[in-house]
């Protein structure tokens, strides 16, 4: 990744949100804690002061080495790992309840890994869950000033790869993709890849809900980035951006 540490800057902005579940689960009940897709353990390092670390265990999950290094640079004390297997190692010998947080990570995950890690999640009592959401009106139709506005206020380049990639901006679920997506100039090259919209929200709950009961369901506006959009482009954004949930074991 060409500027790492600028897409790990990015990444703290949402981090209030991404905590979300501190509020609707009893964290003392739970002695590990997985967070699957951890980056540079920004996350963990959060929930480090809230939990009793003689006997809750944090163990960050990648499959990044590059950024797991700076994970383990800024906190050697915590587990930062590449093994799933590892990770299994330490669900077995945990003696309360284990809880694996997904934040922002779904969405990069490719579809035939999804089998595979709705069985790995249904080994945990708790399972929570943030990423991003369609807007349920996506298919509305965006007006050509809206666009022609936008356009103005970001690189040429930028928009042209954007519309290649993901096509016109001319209904309101390439305009939130875009609006989501824009910021990441250090990271471009890859983050205009990533399908933001891809998280499975309905095959999750299907997997889940024979042996799990929602606790928390959350579809929502992610108001750090409609104030930034209307700052910066003058656009009010009134549909949902973000989905958060967790399951608990019945
Ligand atoms: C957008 S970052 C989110 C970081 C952090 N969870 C947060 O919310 O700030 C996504 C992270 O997930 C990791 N990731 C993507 N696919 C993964 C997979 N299949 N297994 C483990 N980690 C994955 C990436 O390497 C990246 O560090």
Known sequence: MKNLNGYIRKLEKGMEDKLFFLKHIDIEEYSLIVEFGCANGRLLRRIEPVIN???????????????LEIAKNISPEMTFTS??????????ETKKKSLIIFSSVWHEISADYHEKIFEEMKK????????????????????????????????????????????????????????????????WENEIKEDYFSTPWAEINWALEK????????????????????????????????????????
């Open 53 to 67: 670390k003689q006997e809750t265990k944090l163990v960050g999950f990648d499959i990044n080495e590059e950024i």
């Open 83 to 92: 093994k799933w297997d590892e990770v299994l190692n330490y669900l077995k």
């Open 124 to 187: 945990f009592s708790c399972i929570v869950i943030r990423d991003m959401k369609a807007p349920i009106t996506g298919a509305e139709p965006i007006d050509a000033p809206t666009r022609e506005r936008i356009k103005k206020m970001v690189p040429e380049w930028q928009f042209k790869e954007f519309e290649d990639k993901w096509g016109r901006i001319d209904n309101k679920k390439t305009l939130y993709r875009f609006l989501l997506m824009y910021t990441y100039l250090d990271n």
């Open 211 to 250: 042996d799990f009961s929602i606790i928390y369901l959350n579809s929502y506006t992610l108001e750090y980035k409609k104030e930034e959009i209307a700052r910066i482009f003058h656009h009010t954004m009134h549909d949902i951006t973000h989905h958060q949930v967790i399951y608990v074991k019945k």
